[in-house]
T-cell receptor, first 108, second 117 residues
Framework: GEDVEQSLFLSVREGDSSVINCTYT??????LYWYKQEPGAGLQLLTY?????DMKQDQRLTVLLNKKDKHLSLRIADTQTGDSAIYFC????????FGGGTRVLVKP | DAGVIQSPRHEVTEMGQEVTLRCKPI?????LFWYRQTMMRGLELLIY????????DSGMPEDRFSAKMPNASFSTLKIQPSEPRDSAVYFC???????????????FGPGTRLTVL
């Protein structure tokens, strides 16, 4: 089945850019998602990209997709303390598979 | 819409007791998912239903776990008997899926934090 991998932890200074990386194994994945989980809450969809795109920008968020390498990244520009959370990528092949999550800590 | 509703939000029980977690999906959604989240194992899909029918229960850890969806607006996840290693946050999520599999955005509930002593 699909395997989705993410690094566990990222520390970044307020105002810098954050880049969260994700790899997946199912080349037939049609949609790739980024979810955000704030403390004590469920996951919320941040953004998604369709597999025939290589980039999508939404305000401070930029998603890059390298379909050949099956690599997805989420860049957050001008990172704020409110961006501290766990970020999950998810790949939709024949089912939606989540990565283990990357805990992002934003330091003032 | 109120979103996905889960109850209780917190549950503390003793080992060996039966635990029932409840979920009300978003009205109009036809797919429902139960997840478990722990620090050690991350987010795990336990089971998902489509049109009230269990489609994939390969993530259910063992026979102590069971899930039902008697109608489109209600699902339960039951653990009997519970064990300390079942302590986790259990999330319910729902989505609207066309034929072909769970591909669309899932809307998550706030979770139930279960502690088994």
């Amino acid at each position: 089945g699909e395997d989705v991998e993410q690094s566990l932890f990222l520390s970044v200074r307020e105002g810098d850019s954050s880049v969260i990386n994700c790899t997946y194994t199912d080349s037939s994945s049609t949609y790739l998602y980024w979810y955000k989980q704030e403390p004590g809450a469920g996951l919320q969809l941040l953004t998604y990209i369709f597999s025939n795109m290589d980039m999508k920008q939404d305000q401070r968020l930029t998603v890059l997709l390298n379909k050949k390498d099956k690599h997805l990244s989420l860049r957050i520009a001008d990172t704020q303390t409110g961006d501290s959370a766990i970020y999950f990528c998810a790949a939709a092949g024949n089912k939606l598979t989540f990565g283990g999550g990357t805990r992002v800590l934003v330091k003032p | 819409d109120a979103g996905v509703i889960q109850s209780p939000r917190h549950e503390v029980t003793e080992m060996g007791q039966e635990v029932t977690l409840r979920c009300k999906p978003i009205s109009g959604h036809n797919s429902l998912f139960w997840y478990r989240q722990t620090m050690m194992r991350g987010l795990e899909l336990l089971i998902y239903f489509n049109n009230n029918v269990p489609i994939d229960d390969s993530g259910m850890p063992e026979d102590r776990f069971s899930a039902k969806m008697p109608n489109a607006s209600f699902s339960t996840l039951k653990i009997q008997p519970s064990e300390p290693r079942d302590s986790a946050v259990y999330f319910c999520a729902s989505s609207f899926e066309l034929a072909g599999g769970p591909l669309n955005e899932q809307f998550f509930g706030p979770g139930t934090r279960l502690t088994v002593l």
